[in-house]
């Protein structure tokens, strides 16, 4: 076997190893972490990770690139798994509003908020939008996430728009090293003219859309938000299901700001993740750790809405819950692309452990993009996607909080920069 690429001499190797499948518990803590680590990659591909040399029957030749990583921390590539990528324009205007005190759902309910991202959505063309999101990729690849959800949800019932903002993601698909995931959220808000007919615009998504985007294949997930003043449990039902039939795999931005029994929802219906929880019940916790619906929190969101509440991340570990992380990237709730940042919120104020963010936005973040086959942990026979941080120990990621400590990112064994 010939590698292409080795990075050798790695001080912290942290590979992630273990089964395909969401950890929980204990399992979160089990980073399988070596010293002196060595990996080898033959293409996009990891051929051998160990410790100490490279075994013999692993060939090098004149070709082969070497990366010393004495002093660094080698871990997979990071995933987020839930952003709203593509979207025109930006909600700064809003700050003044929320120094103020005016609620999130307040601001959507006056027509600004997602409404406004509409707005802005729709007036931006396809090559607008493309290099906008672009420079939110090439932002994310240098702090080392090398996988990225992304979000329709801004043309609501304008379906030309969310189709176009589902074709700029598979557009940057192609082009962008970075592997984009996209998920349609045409529920992402009650349009204004269905305000009076909220079942109508729920019926128009179920009859039209999902079908539509299920021909199309724009997307692989269904995504609702489930939240007071948005979509009901049973409207979120009825989408989410409609979804399923289609082929796309249901996901929910559950009880975010209100406790409405999204977390209950996400497990009856058998959701691959559960987003935000900021507000779900102890017992939407139980049933989703009896289902192992993946909680995909976003601590950047509650520090941006400034409510003071985050998702009881501790209590869901304890639970059985399995956790991953993300940055939620938009432009109203968390317009930030720092996925660090967000491991660090994830730590400090959710008291998560170093091992278990880092479990949270690699194999778990896999996990809740159904890509734990190919992604999430350094084993042979997976995507050769690797981030090496110029820091001591993973420790150190978390506490030295709010810059970028990445020296190098490798996405399909290419070394990026
Ligand atoms: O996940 N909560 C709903 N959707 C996004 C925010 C979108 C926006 O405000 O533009 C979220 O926080
Ligand atoms: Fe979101």
Request: glycine share 8%; hydrophobic share 30%; aromatic share 4%.
């Given at each position: 076997m010939k590698a292409t690429l080795v990075i050798e001499n790695i001080s912290n190797l942290i590979t992630l190893k273990g089964e395909n499948k969401p950890r929980t518990g204990l399992d979160?803590?089990?980073?399988g972490l070596i010293k002196n680590g060595i990996v080898a990659v033959d293409g996009d591909k990891i051929i051998y990770v160990g410790e100490g040399s490279l075994p013999s029957h692993i060939e090098i030749n004149e070709k082969t690139v070497f990366v010393d990583g004495k002093d660094k921390t080698v871990t997979p590539g990071l995933i987020?798994?839930?952003?709203?990528?593509v979207h025109g324009g930006s909600r700064e205007n809003e700050l003044a509003m929320k120094l103020e005190g005016v609620e999130y759902l307040d601001i959507l309910k006056k027509g600004g908020g997602i409404h406004s991202t509409v707005k802005s959505t729709k007036e931006a063309g396809f090559e607008e939008l493309y290099e906008k999101a672009k420079k939110s990729l090439d932002t994310m690849i240098s702090y080392g996430v090398t996988t990225v959800e992304a979000k329709s949800g801004y043309g609501i019932d304008d379906f030309d728009v969310e189709i176009k903002q589902m074709d700029v993601a598979k557009k940057l698909n192609e082009n962008h090293p970075v592997d984009i995931v996209s998920t349609f959220m045409g529920a992402h808000a009650i349009p204004e003219k269905y305000g009076d007919n909220p079942d109508r615009f729920v019926d128009i998504i179920v009859e039209k859309m999902v079908p539509e985007v299920s021909k199309r294949k724009l997307a692989k997930f269904c995504d609702v938000f489930c939240e007071e003043g948005v979509f009901t449990i049973e409207q979120s039902r009825k989408i989410l299901e409609a979804g399923r039939k289609y082929g796309l795999i249901p996901k929910i931005h559950a009880d975010e700001i209100k406790p409405l029994g999204g977390a209950e929802l996400a497990a009856e219906i058998n959701c691959i993740t559960a987003d935000h929880l900021v507000a779900a019940s102890n017992e939407g916790i139980k049933k989703m750790a009896e289902k192992k619906v993946i909680a995909n929190l976003l601590p950047g969101t509650s520090f941006n809405l400034q409510t003071g509440k985050f998702a009881r991340a501790r209590e869901m570990i304890e639970a059985g819950v399995p956790i991953s992380l993300s940055t939620?990237?938009?432009?109203?709730s968390c317009p930030t692309e720092n996925l660090q940042l967000i491991m660090s919120f994830a730590s400090?104020?959710?008291?998560?452990?170093p091992e278990e963010v880092i479990t949270a936005v690699t194999i778990n973040g896999a996990c809740a993009l159904k890509l734990e086959e190919e992604k999430g942990s350094l084993e042979?026979?997976?995507?050769?996607d690797l981030v090496i941080f110029d820091v001591p120990n993973l420790n150190y990621i978390i506490y030295h909080f709010g810059i970028n400590h990445v020296e190098k990112v490798i996405k399909d064994g290419i070394v990026i920069n």
């Open positions: 979160m803590k089990d980073i987020d798994s839930h952003t709203h990528l939620d990237y938009n432009p109203g400090l104020i959710m008291k998560m452990t042979k026979g997976k995507k050769a």
